[in-house]
């Protein structure tokens, strides 16, 4: 049963802006903080950014901070990240996962339980 559905990634040049959204279920947007996550060939899975579900706090990795921006819209059920600035040290698989608690909000790949399928992220002239 998938409970994470990235949308579609994309192609986008130094400098520019891209979108991802994750639509989830209602129980797991109230129960679960969402996080973003990119991996590359050769290396971890990273956190990037994670909202929390009760109070819509969020926090990013230093890397992208000022930069990413994640925010949720529940009455679509979607957390998206929005993606400012882009590098080319961006470029990557990204995944949005789910991890249990309403009041935590971890950058851990190893507290997340739920995952998407991932989309992939390209940043290149």
């Known amino acids: 049963q998938v409970q994470l559905v990235e949308s579609v990634g994309g192609l986008v040049q130094p400098g520019g802006s891209l979108r991802l959204s994750c639509v989830a279920s209602p129980f797991l947007l109230h129960n679960y903080a969402i996080g973003w996550f990119r991996q590359v060939p050769g290396k971890e899975r990273e956190g990037v950014s994670c909202?929390?579900?009760?109070?819509?706090?969020?926090f990013h990795a230093e890397s992208v901070n000022g930069r990413f921006t994640i925010s949720r819209d529940n009455a679509k059920n979607t957390v998206y990240l929005r993606m400012d600035n882009l590098k080319p040290e961006d470029t990557g698989l990204y995944y949005c996962?789910?991890?249990?608690?309403?009041?935590?909000?971890?950058?851990?790949?190893?507290?997340?339980?739920?995952w998407g399928q991932g989309t992939q992220v390209t940043v290149s002239s």
């Open positions: 909202i929390r579900s009760s109070d819509d706090s969020t």
């Open positions: 996962a789910a991890s249990w608690g309403r009041f935590q909000c971890p950058l851990q790949t190893t507290t997340y339980d739920k």
